[in-house]
Structure formats: C-alpha cells, structure tokens
C-alpha cells in the first residue's frame, strides 16, 4: 500500500469510529497451520477465545442485522461471525464452539466445492512454494498467456524470513515471496480446471505429493447438508468456481454469480440470500448481479468496520488471525473501534 493510500485508509477508519458502526468478521479454516501467507487459518483453541470474548460481550448477531439499522450502533458492540469458501473443518472445528457459545454464523460455500475431493488451488500452491525447503531454481509455467519461465535466486537467511511473511503485506523480499506473488497472480485468471493443472505441475516441479492435506478438505453434500439444517448456521453463496470476478467480462461474472447461488440453494433446500466477493474482489458489475438476485447482505474483504449508509451488498468485513481472546479484545477496539463503548482514535 502506497503512503497516500495509507493515509486514505487511516482517515476513512477514523471516520467510521465515529458513526453508527458493527462488524462482521471472517474466518475460513479453523486448523493449526505453521506456514500461513494469508492467514487464513487459525487454531481451535485461538477460534474457542475469540468466541468466548463475543459470547461475553453479549456481542454476537446475526448477518443479517447488517441489513438493516440493527446492528450499527454507537459503540460498535454487534458483530457478525462469518466463513468463507466452505472447509469441512468449519463443521468439524467451528460449529461445535459456536453450538457452546450459542453464536449465529454464515458460511459462504463455492457451489462446485461441495464435494470437491482435492484442495483448492491456493492451499495448493502454498504447498508447492512452501516457506524453507529447498526448490529447483527454474520453473517453465506453460499456462495462461503463454510460456513463462520463474526463476528463484535464493539466499541464505531467506527460509526464516519466508515463514513470518504475509502474503497480503505486499511487502516482498526474497526471491520465494516474489515467486509466490507471481504464480498466485498468474493462476487466479487461470480458467479451473486449467488452475488444477498448473498447481498438479507447479506440485510436480516442487517435487510435493499431489494428495490433499485432510486439515483442506471441503465439506462433502451430507457435511453441507449438516451445515444447512444447523439452526445457528446460514449459508451463502461464494460464486460457482471462486472466480476472480473483476477479470471477468459482465456475461461470465453473471453466470458465475447466478450459477453458484443456483447450486446453493438447490443442495440445501433453501433460499439463499447472503453472498462474498472471492479474494474480495467486485465491482459495479457484480454489485449490480448480486443486487438482482435478491441478495440482501453481501461481504467483502475492505478491512473496516460497517455502516448504516454501507450498501448492504458491499459491506466490509475484517479478517481475524490467530489471537488469543485478549489480543482479539484490543485488536477489534483498537484497530476498528468495535466491541466495546469509547471512541477510540
Ligand atoms: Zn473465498
């Protein structure tokens, strides 16, 4: 982030301290993970005190409170627990910690995942440039717009750097990290089943079994199924495939968006109102889709706390990592303002 988005960023957050204001959190894995570039996982037990903390502050709302006025107020105090792309360990892990603290939660799963027996394409690929061991220095990548050659140029020293790094930092600073960033950014346009082929390549090269790891598995129709009846859960709807959708012309970024709502709520029964943007990403085009389906709240990934003047089919959302309950305490009041009264700056 450039020095002038920064300070953009700053003032807009402050801002909003000072409004009407909740939060909605997002998590996706709840499983012990060493290497974590986006942070998307965070432990059970780190899961168990964030709960807790909402569970005490009497803090927990439903999604879709942030549709209406109910859940803006003047301390911040609602917030909203949601899971994007739809981990089987979100059944196995965060529902029975959601069941003990009685808190409501939406999972926005991708329609063709269900069922899905090997791993998403970024959990994958972090597999395949993992953070230390050792890597051949030339990769050809003969997907998307032609034959590319990534080389890595490794120094000693690099692997520990590589371990504490985070990928969403966009700081990059050994070889790794830039290799990373570019096969991420090379295979995200990537058609899906052209992203499996270059992970089950870029896997080959890095000398990694193919085999998902059980920690990344998707839920199967029965877990779904589960999911869907539990009384504390709502589904939503995460797109067909997890596309990118502002790389895609309006046509597909429509299918992708209607299809994947379809799927959802033909497996679960149900009428499905609730959706994310994948990787955050959205624009007027598919705002404007999601609006048409009747959706009511939509999600991105913009790390601030919500307002009443928000479009409900563009609310921001901020990413819980791993944090104990008293570091989730400071982080949500300090940083955005939220769970407790004060105004902070
Ligand atoms: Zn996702």
Redesign the pocket.
Known sequence: MSRRDALARMLRLRARKQRRRGGILMYHCISEETYDPWAICISPNAFDDQMAVLAQARAAVDLANFAGSDAYTRTGSQLAVTF??GYVDNLVAALPVLERYEIPATIFVIGNAVGRTREFWWDGLQRAVPSGEPLPDRLDFPFGKGRRTFTLNERPGDSATNARWRADSGEITTSRQALFRALWDAIVVLEPTEQDDAIDHVLAWGGRMATTPTSRVALDAEQFAQLADHPLITLGS?TLD?VSLTDLPADRQRTQISAGHRKIEELSGRPITRFSY??GRFDDTARAAVRELGIDVACTSVPMPAIGSDDPCALPRVQATEMDGDQFTRWLREDYGLIRGQLLQ
């Open positions: 994007d792309d995460h997890h994948p990787y």
